[in-house]
């Protein structure tokens, strides 16, 4: 199996990406859409969320409610990611121990966290306030 995604550019440095009977653009200097590394982010993030519905009933929490992440990527002085970290805010109210259990198990489920470099792996913490 594999992942098929075409991306056109006419002019300029905004792209068009289609990805089966979707469209969205991204513009490499963010002026008239989300730029390459917002993209990424909001991937990155996009992907964690059903990692960590499905993370928490493995772990024993059934239900998470809302979630909210919000994702910082800090960048370095060539302006390339340097770090990542994620404040995830839960609807759920969850002690210390079933979050670290459940983020555990969501870094091993969520499929961008494991195409990053290891370096570039969010750091997160978890709040029950969403």
Same mark, same amino acid.
């Given at each position: 199996?594999?992942?098929?995604?075409?991306? !056109?550019?006419?002019?300029?440095?905004?792209?068009?990406? +289609?990805? #089966?009977?979707? %469209?969205?653009?991204?513009?490499?200097?963010?002026? =008239?859409?989300? *730029?390459? &590394?917002?993209? &990424?982010?909001?991937?990155?993030?996009?992907?964690?969320?059903?990692?960590?519905?499905?993370?928490?009933?493995? #772990?024993?929490?059934?239900?998470?409610?809302?979630? %909210?992440?919000?994702?910082?990527? =800090? &960048?370095? @002085?060539? =302006?390339?990611?340097?770090?990542?970290?994620?404040?995830?805010?839960? +609807?759920?109210?969850?002690? *210390?121990?079933?979050? *670290? %259990?459940?983020?555990? #198990? $969501?870094? +091993?489920?969520?499929? !961008?966290? @494991? $195409?990053?470099?290891? +370096?570039?792996?969010?750091?997160?913490?978890?709040?029950?306030?969403?």
């Amino acid at each position: 199996m594999s992942k098929q995604v075409t991306t !056109v550019s006419e002019e300029g440095y905004s792209a068009t990406n +289609e990805i #089966r009977n979707f %469209e969205t653009t991204i513009d490499a200097n963010g002026e =008239d859409a989300p *730029d390459t &590394l917002e993209s &990424l982010l909001a991937a990155y993030a996009s992907c964690y969320v059903p990692a960590l519905r499905v993370a928490s009933k493995q #772990r024993g929490v059934e239900d998470l409610g809302a979630i %909210e992440i919000d994702v910082t990527g =800090d &960048l370095n @002085d060539d =302006d390339k990611l340097e770090s990542i970290t994620f404040d995830i805010h839960l +609807e759920a109210d969850v002690d *210390d121990e079933q979050s *670290d %259990e459940i983020l555990e #198990r $969501a870094n +091993e489920l969520c499929k !961008v966290h @494991d $195409a990053l470099k290891s +370096e570039l792996y969010a750091e997160m913490t978890v709040e029950g306030t969403a």
